[in-house]
């Protein structure tokens, strides 16, 4: 899996929040059989973000979350 494979799977778990303009992701959204997946991807993407390769912002951004 790389970045691309990861957000781009990581994108189906996107939900708005309750409140107005707000997203996050949210794994009960996945099947079930797919959730150690997305967790993966998950904390692929995260590792991205603690190596500085990629920032936090820029991450939430490719995602929709902003």
């Known amino acids: 899996m790389n970045l ?3 957000i781009d799977l990581l994108k ?3 939900k ?3 409140i ?3 997203k ?3 794994l009960s959204l996945v099947d079930a059989q797919e ?3 997305y967790e993966k991807a998950l904390m692929f ?3 991205y973000v ?3 390769e990629i920032t936090d912002e820029e991450l939430k951004g490719r995602l929709g979350l902003i």
Do not use: P, Y
């Open 16 to 18: 708005e929040s309750h």
């Open 45 to 47: 993407c995260q590792a």
């Open 20 to 22: 107005d303009n707000q």
């Open 12 to 14: 189906n778990a996107v």
């Open 35 to 37: 959730r150690l997946v």
């Open 24 to 26: 996050h992701i949210d």
């Open 50 to 52: 603690a190596r500085g």
């Open 4 to 6: 691309e494979e990861a």
